[in-house]
């Protein structure tokens, strides 16, 4: 087994700083999406800028959604044929419209 990459204390500073931003940042849009100040469109549109958001495993987002919890996500992602381990940058065209019109946003799924 290759031995882990040797970082300077400054480097595993930066990566720490980079990973808690990234975190906090997913967190942030998931609280939005469940308090309903941010829809699901409008996310996936910031996920094309933010590789933040990008990053953000799509079983988290849909359990975010007002009225789904982990069981109910699950349910979805099984029935959309989206794989648990897929995170948002990895959702296909198909997968993104089947996704917006099963969770109530038809009109907007268009492209």
Do not use: C
């Not at 699901?40 to 919890?69: C, F, H, K, N, T």
């Not at 648990?84 to 038809?106: M, N």
């Amino acid at each position: 087994m290759p031995d882990a990459p040797r970082l300077t204390d400054e480097q595993r500073s930066r990566a720490r700083a980079e990973a808690l931003a990234a975190r906090t940042a997913r967190a942030q849009a998931r609280a939005e999406l469940k308090a309903g100040t941010l829809s699901l469109p409008e996310l996936l549109r910031r996920a094309e800028r933010d590789p933040q958001l990008a990053a953000m495993r799509v079983s988290a987002l849909i359990a975010a959604l007002p009225g789904y919890g982990e069981a109910r996500s699950a349910a979805l992602m099984a029935e959309l044929r989206i794989a648990a381990s897929r995170r948002i940058r990895g959702l296909g065209p198909k997968q993104r419209v089947a996704l917006l019109a099963r969770t109530g946003h038809p009109a907007e799924s268009a492209p």
